[in-house]
């Protein structure tokens, strides 16, 4: 949902700015993603020949992408993927995008051993 809500603007070159609400009541809060040189290509092509106001990701390069559209493709890339792996392989056809966000997180947390980091971290603060 994030994602699909930024605008060209939130794009800085390096990285992206991400709106979301949070609390009570809820309040608008911005948080900032450091990106790849794979994903500045990728945002930099996105943004391309659009003005700062326009929504980054669009159905139609006007429009912009709404759930029920992303939510299909996020489908469709999950059913085109288990077309051809093999059992092991395969994704769940009940995932999700946000479910998919949170295992790569997971899965960053534990290549770069944070998990053991931020249990070290808590523990000292204790």
Same mark, same amino acid.
């Given at each position: 949902?994030? $994602?699909?809500? =930024?605008?060209?603007?939130?794009?800085?070159? /390096? !990285?992206?700015?991400?709106? /979301?609400?949070? #609390?009570?009541?809820?309040?608008?809060? %911005?948080?900032?993603?450091?990106?790849?040189?794979?994903?500045?290509?990728?945002?930099?092509?996105?943004?391309?020949?659009? $003005?700062?106001?326009?929504?980054?990701? =669009?159905?139609?390069?006007? !429009?912009? %992408?709404?759930? *029920?559209? %992303?939510? @299909?493709?996020?489908?469709?890339?999950?059913?085109? /993927?288990?077309?051809?792996?093999?059992? @092991?392989?395969?994704?769940?056809? *009940?995932? !999700?995008?946000? #479910?998919?966000? /949170?295992?790569?997180?997971?899965?960053? $947390?534990?290549?770069?051993?944070?998990?053991?980091?931020?249990?070290?971290?808590?523990?000292? $603060?204790?």
């Amino acid at each position: 949902m994030e $994602l699909a809500a =930024t605008l060209v603007v939130d794009f800085d070159g /390096h !990285t992206l700015r991400l709106a /979301h609400r949070k #609390g009570r009541p809820a309040k608008l809060r %911005w948080r900032y993603v450091a990106l790849s040189a794979e994903a500045i290509e990728f945002f930099k092509e996105q943004s391309k020949d659009k $003005l700062p106001g326009v929504s980054l990701f =669009t159905e139609d390069r006007e !429009t912009p %992408w709404r759930r *029920h559209v %992303w939510a @299909k493709e996020v489908r469709a890339a999950i059913a085109n /993927h288990n077309r051809d792996a093999s059992a @092991k392989r395969r994704i769940s056809t *009940h995932a !999700t995008a946000y #479910g998919l966000r /949170h295992a790569r997180i997971s899965e960053l $947390l534990q290549i770069f051993a944070m998990q053991e980091k931020l249990a070290a971290l808590k523990d000292r $603060l204790a």
